[in-house]
């Protein structure tokens, strides 16, 4: 995958299967209490899979 971390990519390279993943919230609710639940600028809001 083109967005991988550096880490994920090296891991990859050595024949690690990722099985997960996650997008968490902008900032982690660090700085504000309005960025509504699951939202990131990179991954987007994200949505349950039913």
Known sequence: ???DASI?????KQG???IGRTNL???AYALSENIPSGFSAVGGQCLHPD
């Open 16 to 18: 690690c299967v990722i």
């Open 8 to 12: 994920i990519k090296k891991l990859r």
């Open 1 to 3: 995958m083109k967005d």
């Open 25 to 27: 919230s902008e900032w």
